[in-house]
């Protein structure tokens, strides 16, 4: 049974930094990309980061130039650096991983339980 999970959310004030990590157990095939999402209270799940298996890395425009993403397909998990956070990052942060359950399976995408990040002076 596949499972994420992520580690690393917290309380910080504005202008902190926090690392937020995700790992994979179980086994997904043909992995075609990672991703990092947030859900805001009262607002739709967003894509803030993803990477895909080629090498195509992506960032909303919301976190661009504050975030860094990072995997590698080798291993099992996956970083989301943040820096200069801003109260309007609060949210819960989700990691996805996009792949098969088996060689013939069709691709889906598997998620992380979340983990809270608030950012309150």
């Known amino acids: 049974q596949v499972q994420l999970v992520e580690s690393g959310g917290g309380l910080v004030h504005p202008g902190d930094s926090l690392m937020l990590s995700c790992i994979t157990s179980?086994?997904?095939?043909?992995?075609?990309?990672r991703a990092w999402y947030r859900q805001a209270p009262g607002k739709e799940r967003e894509l803030v980061a993803r990477?895909?298996?080629?090498?195509?890395?992506f960032y909303a425009a919301s976190v661009k130039g504050r975030s860094v993403m990072s995997t590698d397909f080798a291993q099992n998990t996956m970083y989301l650096q943040m820096n200069s956070l801003k109260p309007e990052d609060t949210a819960v942060y989700y990691c996805?991983?996009?792949?098969?359950?088996?060689?013939?399976?069709?691709?889906?995408?598997?998620w992380g339980q979340g983990t809270q990040v608030t950012v309150s002076s």
């Open positions: 996805s991983e996009d792949g098969q359950p088996s060689p013939r399976a069709p691709r889906k995408r598997y």
């Open positions: 179980g086994t997904i095939f043909d992995i075609y990309q």
């Open positions: 990477i895909t298996h080629g090498g195509s890395i």
